[in-house]
Each structure stands twice: as C-alpha cells, then as structure tokens.
C-alpha cells in the first residue's frame, strides 16, 4: 500500500518535479521507493541513505536538466 511523504527540496527541483509529466513522475517516486527500500533491508538510516544518494548523484554529475532528459526517456 502506498503512502505520500512530503520532503523538502530546492526550489528549482521542486519546480522541476512539477513540470514532470505524470508518467514522469510515477518514474521518479519508483527510484525513491526502491532506494529507500534498499536502505532499510541493509540497515541503514535513512540519514545515511539520503546522504549517499546525493553524494552519488553530485559525483556522476546529475544536473536538474538530466534528471528530466533522464525521465523524459520513455
């Protein structure tokens, strides 16, 4: 069963997200969802996940602008 969380972003992420298509979207919370997911089988905290996921997105070099060509892809 799904339930909404509300996190903070940056502004420009946020709009972003809101610009996204619906498909665009449903991609994104997936990756969050498997992320986190992932993060509480190996017993991590979820400081800790967040974290590493936004160090691994800053050192492959992830821009907001990837990110939607990245979800843009269908």
Known sequence: MAEQITVSVDSDIA???RSA???ERR???LLV???LRDAKESG???SD???EISRNA????????ILQ??????
Not at 58 to 65: A, D, K, N, Y
């Open 58 to 65: 800053q050192q492959r070099g992830l821009t907001p602008e």
């Open 27 to 29: 991609k994104l919370d």
């Open 49 to 51: 996940t967040m974290l």
């Open 33 to 35: 969802n498997l992320r």
């Open 44 to 46: 991590k905290s979820l």
């Open 21 to 23: 298509s619906d498909n």
């Open 15 to 17: 709009k972003l997200y």
């Open 69 to 74: 060509s990245i979800l843009a892809d269908e």
